[in-house]
């Protein structure tokens, strides 16, 4: 797999701008299939860091209802990447 498909977007959210400064984790959108060894090289290929952990999670999809009815949202896999001490991600 290519490591401008593992990776599908940052994900921004409260707690993990938190986990940003506080323990330099970074939280990313990856796809279903990639496993944590290529999420590793994808990082460290994309913006340029040393990687000292992946742990991954999948979030599991829900309902949701619009006006034509209810529908489901597929799963999600999450990555939490934890970066060396000197290195940073510049998302903005």
Same mark, same amino acid.
């Given at each position: 797999m290519e490591v401008t498909t593992v990776i599908k977007k940052p994900l921004v959210?409260?707690?993990?701008?938190f986990g940003v400064s506080m323990n330099n984790?970074?939280? *990313?959108?990856v796809d279903k299939r @990639? %496993?944590?060894g290529q999420i590793k090289r994808a990082v460290e290929e994309i913006y340029g860091v040393r990687v000292l952990s992946v742990a991954t999670q999948v979030r599991? !999809?829900?309902?949701?209802?619009?006006?034509? !009815?209810? *529908?489901?949202v597929g799963n999600q896999k999450r990555a939490v990447v934890? &970066?060396? @001490? $000197? %290195?940073?991600? $510049? &998302? *903005?």
């Open positions: 959210t409260e707690k993990s701008t984790r970074y939280v *990313f959108e @990639a %496993d944590k599991k !999809g829900h309902m949701k209802r619009n006006r034509m !009815g209810w *529908f489901r934890k &970066l060396h @001490a $000197e %290195d940073r991600i $510049e &998302l *903005f």
